[in-house]
């Protein structure tokens, strides 16, 4: 089954690019209608987190914020 975005919804990806890589998780809040908190590494590997966060039909011309909290 293809998935096809509805029209004036938008994609928002979020990267986290430590340097150097690192296994700190990083806590993201957010703000926005169809947003919700989730964790990032930079590791290298996938397991268990990625360094990558896609949300996906967000609505056109909202306004969104993600805040990360490094708790190192
Ligand atoms: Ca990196
Ligand atoms: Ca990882």
Known sequence: MNKVA????GT???VKNSQ???AQDFHFTTVGAGLS???LDDDGNNNP???TKTFTNLAAGAN???TFTNVR
């Not at 509805?6 to 919804?9: I, K, Q, S, V, Y």
Request: with cysteine; net charge negative.
């Open 6 to 9: 509805a029209p004036g919804t």
């Open 12 to 14: 928002l990806t979020i």
């Open 20 to 22: 150097p890589d690192d």
């Open 37 to 39: 908190a989730f964790d």
């Open 49 to 51: 987190l990625t360094n």
């Open 64 to 66: 969104v914020t993600c």
